[in-house]
């Protein structure tokens, strides 16, 4: 590695340092790190939730779920922007993106239509790290995720900054198929996988909670997968 690349990683690793002091608390009181009596069965995952959450049912096929959209983003033409309340904001190519800090990472996949995969493995770059480039400004609090089909799902700054949310490229050791998001996808292993952006085009950091196509259509905006939290406020009118 040059001595740039070198500079360049220590910074963005000490970028991530302060970010997570800064964020620390909040995320350590996330109910998927915090929950006292979380709700699901088997044993313990890593960050100390039953293996399997409520209401869901393990399943060994990887099935699709999107807008009746798959679009075809050739590696040459990606791109990732991102921007609104950061002070550099950035868009990055595929060699840039390619160029971070890469991470590996084994999690499980909770769709809220009731299906979980468990231990699949992830290549991509840690969210954490996109944000310690971009540095998001201190009014900061959540975020809305575009992909390049249209649809987007907000999340909180203090999910989307826990370790294993990934942009991942790779999974279980082949490219990310273009039906589950290729050639980039973001991960939310402790939220319902509809947070997660197939096709990712855009991270817009916000100031206040906004709603993305599925929050605005019924289902929770904070989608905790042991709280059984699936359907937000409109239901329950
Ligand atoms: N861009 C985009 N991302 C998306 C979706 C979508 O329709 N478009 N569907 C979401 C939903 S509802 C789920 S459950 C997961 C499904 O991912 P999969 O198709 O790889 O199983 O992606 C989420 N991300
Ligand atoms: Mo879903």
């Keep these: 590695m040059s001595e740039d690349a070198d500079d360049k990683e220590r910074r ?21 790190l915090s929950d006292a009596r979380p709700q699901g069965s088997g044993p313990p ?5 039953p293996k399997l959450p409520v209401g869901q049912t393990v399943t060994k096929k990887w099935p699709v779920l999107d807008l009746g959209r798959k679009p075809i983003v050739p590696k040459d033409k990606w791109e ?14 595929w060699a840039a993106f390619m160029a971070l800090p890469q991470t590996t990472d084994t ?12 231990d699949m493995q992830w290549v991509g770059v840690r969210f954490a790290d ?13 975020v809305m995720c575009h ?24 999974v279980d050791g082949h490219d990310l198929p273009i039906e589950h ?3 980039v996808r973001m991960i939310t292993p402790q939220l319902y996988a509809w947070k997660g952006s197939k096709w990712i085009s855009r991270i817009e950091l916000l100031t206040r909670e906004k709603l993305g196509f599925w929050e605005m259509n019924g289902y929770s905006s904070t989608a905790h997968p042991w709280r059984d939290d699936r359907y937000g406020r409109i239901r329950g009118l």
């Design 130 to 142: 996109l944000m310690a480039l971009v540095h998001p400004t201190p009014a900061a609090v959540h």
């Design 181 to 183: 998001g290729g050639p």
């Design 147 to 170: 992909g390049y089909d249209g649809y987007t799902t907000n999340v909180a700054l203090e999910e989307a900054l826990k370790p294993d949310v990934l942009l991942a490229h790779t």
């Design 12 to 32: 963005i690793v000490e970028a991530r340092r302060k970010l997570m002091e800064r964020w620390e608390q909040r995320m350590r009181d996330t109910p998927a």
């Design 107 to 118: 999690s499980d996949f909770h769709c809220v239509t009731s299906w979980s995969k468990m």
């Design 80 to 93: 990732l922007k991102i921007d609104g309340a950061v002070e550099q904001p950035i868009t990055l190519d």
């Design 45 to 49: 995952n890593r960050h100390g939730m």
